[in-house]
């Protein structure tokens, strides 16, 4: 039988900083991954040092580098809805969960990966992730996928539970870090420096790359009032 993930994210890059070591391993585990991306991040800060591109030019760019990186983790099925960035708040969640619940009847995912509504920090992280839920509300609660939210910030987040899961990317982090560079209009400042203290110090290559090695997420508890 074949086993179906699916990743909810809003924006290019998302999939790869939040869960791309967990991806790669589900993968190689046999796992197929369907990936929707609601938008072509066109509100991106980052447009290099020095300048590489415009808002009219970013929206192409990182829509490549999104399919750059989708490849090195091993997604055959991206779904890009090409939506506004920073505009999902204002679109109808009852609209989006049906988005999403279309795509979940369609692939029948064992997991479904996304940001934890409310504590994702960008109201487009919140809002997607809240419309995902949503959508897995409609299902029999015997047959919802389970969801595994990614968080790291917001409203009570100092007296927010810890993780439920926590997971260890070593064995696969050289070519997460390949998905990491692949969006290089937003990663590589970050890359670059890390490069070159891997070169300069190879022997704290893990210590360097910690917070890339270990992937939380916090699963969503429909039965329960604090979630």
């Known amino acids: 039988m074949t086993k179906n993930i699916l990743s909810v994210y809003p924006h290019p890059d998302d999939e790869t900083f939040v869960s791309a070591g967990t991806l790669i391993q589900h993968i190689e585990d046999g796992y197929n991954v369907t990936l929707i991306i609601a938008t072509l991040g066109q509100m991106g800060r980052r447009m290099g040092n020095p300048f590489f591109a415009n808002r009219e030019t970013l929206p192409k760019i990182r829509e490549k580098e999104l399919q750059s990186a989708a490849k090195v983790i091993g997604i055959n099925d991206l779904r890009l809805w090409k939506m506004q960035d920073k505009t999902l708040q204002f679109r109808d969640l009852n609209l989006l969960a049906d988005w999403v619940l279309d795509v979940i009847k369609e692939v029948h995912p064992e997991i479904i990966y996304t940001f934890y509504p409310g504590y994702g920090v960008h109201p487009d992280h919140d809002t997607l992730s809240a419309a995902t839920v949503h959508a897995v509300s409609h299902l029999d609660a015997g047959s919802r996928p389970e969801i595994r939210g990614h968080a790291f910030g917001g409203k009570g987040w100092k007296s927010f539970r810890k993780p439920d899961i926590e997971i260890d990317v070593s064995d696969v982090i050289d070519k997460k870090m390949d998905a990491v560079r692949a969006h290089s209009s937003q990663s590589e400042l970050i890359t670059k420096k ?26 969503y508890r429909f039965d329960d009032d604090s979630k």
């Not at 891997?198 to 210590?207: Q, T």
């Not at 360097?208 to 270990?214: E, G, H, M, V, Y």
């Open 194 to 219: 890390m490069d070159e203290l891997i070169k300069e110090n190879p022997e704290k290559k893990e210590e360097i790359l910690d917070r890339f090695i270990r992937e939380r997420y916090w699963l």
